[in-house]
């Protein structure tokens, strides 16, 4: 008896080495997230929940930002080995300073999920209403601020855009005045059109040229890249596994998205169609020199800069089927 207990001992004992090592060979990842609990922003968490990060080996920090140059300072100190979900201008504009990043996945593609809104009681009835208004943005080099330009370059006006900073933020200086008109992206704020209380005054979508570009970006630390390369492509594809998990399984996903915002079901079914597959695709960064000629125009470049300069700061670790 005494003899079967000591075996049982070094058999627990053997397995709990084993765990042990398991746990000590997961390698370490630590992640800047722009804007928290946007359908696309989650996608980190949604593989987290269903552990596709951890069968990868990758033990993952993710740290929420409110978007912008908020995120990509944090990969350029360090801090971060990727930044998720940053405007596309910004980053190219960063590299054009030497900035050590690189552009490692598409985002988002499209600008069907961003919109921005007004008061309902509000004179402002149309993009062509806000000439000399205050219109609110994320933060300076996101993709809302190059979608904000865009709106109103195409409807001929010159808004004054304030640095509204997240969603949450930018809905409480909405409806006490501060500024007319707002930003915002699902969940955030669809209930408040449901009830009446704003109306959606203009979508990225309304811009026919946004559809095709590319306008977030991931990106990783130049040093991270070239010490642990494995660890960033095991990232890339576990994050890509996590997004046909989404398309796959959406009731899990919706689920999951309701339970982390504290929505109803139909507010997280909503919001979910805002996103397509295809938009949150890893490849390829789309119309990027449009993207070029925005950043030169809104001043995120100093000089212009070509396309074969550009790819200079694309580094696909992964892609789906290749």
Do not use: C
Not at 197 to 209: E, F, T, W
Not at 290 to 314: C, F, H, R, T, V
Request: no cysteine.
């Amino acid at each position: 008896m005494v003899k079967g207990k000591g075996v049982g001992a070094v058999l627990a004992l053997g397995a709990m080495l084993i765990l042990s090592f398991n746990v000590a060979a997961a390698d370490k990842v630590r992640v800047a997230i722009g804007q928290k609990g946007l359908w696309d922003t989650l996608v980190v968490h949604q593989g987290l929940e269903q552990g596709i990060f951890q069968k990868a080996g990758l033990e993952v920090e993710a740290t929420w930002t409110r978007g912008g140059a908020e995120t990509l300072q944090a990969v350029i100190t360090g801090s971060a080995d990727f930044a998720f979900a940053n405007g596309i201008t910004g980053v190219l504009g960063a590299y054009a300073k030497g900035a050590p990043v690189r552009i490692v996945s598409a985002q988002m593609t499209g600008a069907g999920d961003l919109f921005w809104y007004v008061k309902a009681d509000s004179p402002i009835r149309n993009m062509k209403d806000m000439n000399g208004k205050t219109m609110g943005y994320s933060r300076p080099g996101s993709s809302t601020h190059l979608v904000a330009l865009a709106l109103a370059q195409a409807a001929g006006v010159k808004p004054t855009l304030v640095s509204s900073g997240d969603a949450p933020g930018t809905r409480v200086q909405v409806m006490s005045g501060q500024i007319d008109a707002g930003w915002s992206a699902p969940p955030n704020n669809l209930e408040l059109v449901t009830e009446g209380k704003i109306r959606i005054l203009a979508r990225g979508s309304d811009v026919p040229s946004l559809n095709a570009q590319t306008v977030r970006v991931n990106v990783a630390n130049l040093k991270f890249l070239k010490e642990k390369r494995d660890v960033a492509r095991r990232f890339m594809k576990a994050y890509a596994d996590t997004i046909d998990w989404m398309y796959r399984e959406p009731a899990g996903a919706t689920a999951f998205f309701a339970k982390f915002n504290q929505l109803s079901a139909d507010v997280a079914k909503q919001s979910a169609t805002f996103y397509s597959k295809q938009s949150l695709a890893l490849a390829p960064i789309a119309g990027l020199q449009q993207s070029l000629d925005q950043a030169l125009e809104y001043k995120n470049l100093d000089k212009p800069m070509s396309l074969k300069e550009a790819q200079g700061a694309i580094d696909i670790v992964y892609q789906p089927g290749k």
